[in-house]
């Protein structure tokens, strides 16, 4: 059995770029940086930073299009593939791209950033003012046997 299938998580390079192919059927190139840390003998610290061409195809390349942007973070699930063709030289030229199966976006922050949500309104009133209803909790500890499912 083989298995050709890459999971990525990293950030956009640059802004997608949509176009279609002569089908009708959509098409989004981007690239994704994906870092790696460790230490090296001396115990000092190495980083490396690796660049990786995705594709997306059909209505996921529109999204990925209308919502992702040169620094968003995202998870990608996929494939490689190489493809070649000849160059206007007449040399014969190879690129090794992702073709993406699954793409889900990150937090707007990014996967470094904060994550923490906004805080919420303590009072039961708007900025309008007027009135909302609040759920109010019971302050004892609440036992799990009490569940009914």
């Given at each position: 059995?083989?298995?050709?299938?890459?999971?990525?998580?990293g950030?956009?390079?640059?802004?997608p770029?949509l176009?279609s192919?002569?089908s009708?059927v959509?098409?989004?190139?981007?690239s994704?940086?994906?870092?790696?840390?460790?230490?090296?003998k001396?115990?000092?610290?190495?980083e490396?930073v690796?660049?990786h061409?995705l594709?997306v195809f059909?209505r996921?390349?529109?999204t990925?299009a209308?919502?992702?942007?040169k620094?968003s973070s995202v998870?990608?699930?996929?494939r490689?593939?190489?493809?070649?063709w000849?160059?206007?030289?007449?040399?014969?030229?190879?690129r090794?791209e992702?073709?993406?199966?699954?793409?889900?976006?990150g937090s707007r922050?990014g996967?470094?950033g904060?994550?923490?949500?906004?805080?919420?309104r303590?009072?039961?009133?708007?900025?309008?003012?007027?009135e909302i209803?609040t759920?109010?909790?019971?302050?004892?500890?609440?036992n799990?046997?009490?569940?009914?499912f």
């Amino acid at each position: 059995m083989y298995l050709n299938k890459v999971f990525i998580i990293g950030n956009l390079t640059r802004d997608p770029e949509l176009k279609s192919l002569p089908s009708g059927v959509k098409v989004t190139n981007f690239s994704v940086a994906t870092n790696r840390v460790w230490k090296d003998k001396e115990g000092q610290k190495q980083e490396a930073v690796e660049y990786h061409n995705l594709v997306v195809f059909g209505r996921q390349a529109e999204t990925v299009a209308q919502y992702l942007k040169k620094g968003s973070s995202v998870l990608v699930e996929g494939r490689i593939q190489t493809r070649s063709w000849e160059a206007d030289d007449g040399s014969k030229r190879y690129r090794t791209e992702i073709i993406a199966d699954r793409v889900q976006f990150g937090s707007r922050t990014g996967f470094g950033g904060s994550n923490q949500a906004k805080p919420t309104r303590t009072s039961s009133e708007t900025k309008s003012g007027e009135e909302i209803e609040t759920i109010e909790y019971p302050e004892e500890d609440i036992n799990p046997e009490d569940i009914p499912f």
